[in-house]
């Protein structure tokens, strides 16, 4: 069985990805894939070179992230050109990768923890989908206190998600991460006992 996993930003999706990990699940990570593309020698990164030039790798070879960062950023219409180069290549590594996993053990729950899934989801294919969900105030309140933003801008970076409440409605599970630490594992023991895992 396999499922992916999602949320929004600051509604504690590691915290649930590492629960599940500890209780036996399969983990692939979508973001640990996308800096797996962008290793010196790989395909993908040579693609990168080709399309926004030398300047965008350091001596070494590696991807310089902050200059292709500010790039993108002063370019918003370069940002389509890099996900045409980079999001195809990360999509396949997951797919397989979760295939290799099932494949291994049959039993094994596999999680697939994807942060923008369900704004890429018609090119997913997963038996469900586990949405990691709080409100928006209380989004917005971890959001400034994790990363000590103003509200403008933990505003501002929650709307160019799409909205929790929309992936809640989208999603086959949710958990509820709102409450306390304690309340969020009753949720996911619940789950791990519906699926009849051990």
């Excluded at 983990?27 to 790989?42: K, S, T, Y």
């Excluded at 030039?53 to 070879?61: A, H, I, T, Y």
């Excluded at 596999?110 to 990691?132: N, Q, T, W």
């Amino acid at each position: 069985m396999n499922i992916g996993l999602t949320g929004g930003i600051a509604t504690g999706k590691s915290s649930v990805s590492a629960w599940l990990v500890q209780h036996g699940a399969a983990l692939v990570d979508a973001d640990l894939i996308a800096r797996e593309v962008m290793m010196p020698g790989h395909p993908v990164l040579q693609q990168v070179r080709e399309r926004f030039g030398e300047e965008m790798l350091n001596e070494d070879g590696t991807l310089n992230r902050k200059r292709l960062g500010e790039h993108i950023f002063t370019h918003p219409e370069e940002r389509v050109a890099l996900e045409g180069i980079t999001h195809p290549a990360i999509r396949s590594l997951i797919h397989s990768r979760v295939a290799e996993l099932e494949a291994a053990d049959p039993q094994r729950l596999v999680i697939a923890d994807i942060p923008l899934l369900l704004e890429a989801r018609d090119a997913y294919r997963f038996d469900e989908i586990m949405v990691v969900y709080v409100p928006r105030d209380i989004q917005l309140q971890r959001l400034m206190a994790r990363d000590g933003l103003t509200e403008e801008q933990a505003a501002r970076r929650l709307a160019a998600q799409m909205d929790i409440e929309e992936k809640k409605r989208i999603a086959d599970i949710v958990i509820d991460n709102s409450g306390t630490p304690e309340e969020t594992w009753q949720q996911l023991q619940q789950f791990w006992r519906s699926k009849g895992l051990s």
